[in-house]
């Protein structure tokens, strides 16, 4: 099988290529940043641009789409969109002008919203923020294609919940690096309940779903299990620290005033800061997810939640490491 994987560079696609180097396929990264860890298989070109795709995908079985703007604080917002959904746009004009029938797509558990009640894939549909209303705007694009040509097309479309791992520096990251330097302070009650997935586990999951024969139009949630509150997952955290957190609890309310009070400053200073409204929303949201769907389908995720958590924060806090390459998301 040829596969593309386009946006191979990153934090998911990294881990994703060395799984499937692993079998007998022939892979392609396109990517508008190098790879540091596969440059030999790795071509540079933008998903603005759709032009400069066209003449990667001659001869590709299947693409797997990872490219995406993802970060909390993106300016202009237009952004988000010229990406994730223009871009999106340009892969299925190049796919079709190379005569790509199949495609895998990462979309997101924030076109649901925040605060809902445990959705599955049927769960109505409310964009949380111009990442989530980017992305199901690039799903519907995705759903239209495949309609046009059911019978020859397949479309599988992947919502992970926030993915983290070693070398990560998103928010699950910055939470444990509070946990680890001693700074932490929790912000409400941590009662909230978060659906979190593993990056080892997510690759493994897109592998499982290439192996077996990619057919028709298939939506799934992905998380790993059990899920956590808040003190479940920080009580995991000083377990593999050998750290305490501060018994002080910050109150909501508190809490979000001082995000807006640092998107302020932000806004006058141009400056970017670890502390945002739209952080603490999520951090004090709840944010979980049913993913049945996923995990009956045969898949048998290769890590636990619990030893996905201790190999992240032994690798990023207590092991000596020999290179400072990291992934930078939310």
Known sequence: MNITIIGGSGFVGTRLTALLRQKDISLRNIDRQNSHFYPEITTIADVRSGESLKPLLRGQDCVVLLAALYQDDVSPASLYYDVNV?????????????????????????????????PDENYPVDPFGHYGKSKWQAEELLRIWYQKDPQNRALYILRPT????????????????QIASGKFLMIGEGTNIKSISYVGNVAAFIRYLIENELQGYKLFNYSDKPDLTMNQLIAIA??????????????????????????????????????????????????????????????????????????????????KKSDDLVFISE
């Open 162 to 177: 926030v993915i983290f791992g070693e070398r990560n520096r998103g928010n699950v990251y910055r939470l444990l690096k």
């Open 238 to 319: 000083e377990e593999s620290l050998g750290k305490m957190v501060p018994s002080i609890r910050i109150p909501y309310i508190a809490g979000l005033l001082g995000g807006y009070c640092f998107d302020l400053v932000s806004k006058l200073t141009k400056k970017k800061f670890s502390i945002s409204s739209v952080r603490v929303r999520k951090v004090c949201a709840t944010t979980q997810y049913d993913a049945k769907k996923a995990h009956s389908s045969g898949f048998k995720p290769p890590f636990s939640l619990s030893d996905a958590l201790d190999k992240t924060m032994k690798y990023e806090f207590i092991i």
């Open 86 to 118: 223009e871009g999106t746009r340009n892969v299925l004009d190049a796919m079709d002008y190379c005569g790509v029938k199949k495609i895998i797509f990462t979309s997101s558990v924030s076109v649901y919203g925040l605060n809902k009640e445990n």
